[in-house]
């Protein structure tokens, strides 16, 4: 781990509100797997569609900043 960087994606479920931009938001969107590859590096849609295919135990990836190693 050269980068010393752990990210945890969380697969929620919405309860109810609206969408809306925040202070820590400025857009947002719904997305597709096919989506989701072709908005995000290769490293972080990774970790999306993880979380969406429910895999268990939880996977543990190396990457560069950008591909998976």
Known sequence: ???RIIALVFWCKI???ELRASDE???FR???ETDVT???DQAY???ILDALHGEHPPAIRQHDGTHLL
Do not use: P
């Open 1 to 3: 781990m050269t980068r």
């Open 15 to 17: 309860t109810g509100g």
């Open 25 to 27: 938001t400025t857009a």
């Open 30 to 32: 719904w997305a597709t």
């Open 38 to 40: 072709e908005l995000a």
């Open 45 to 47: 849609a990774i970790r």
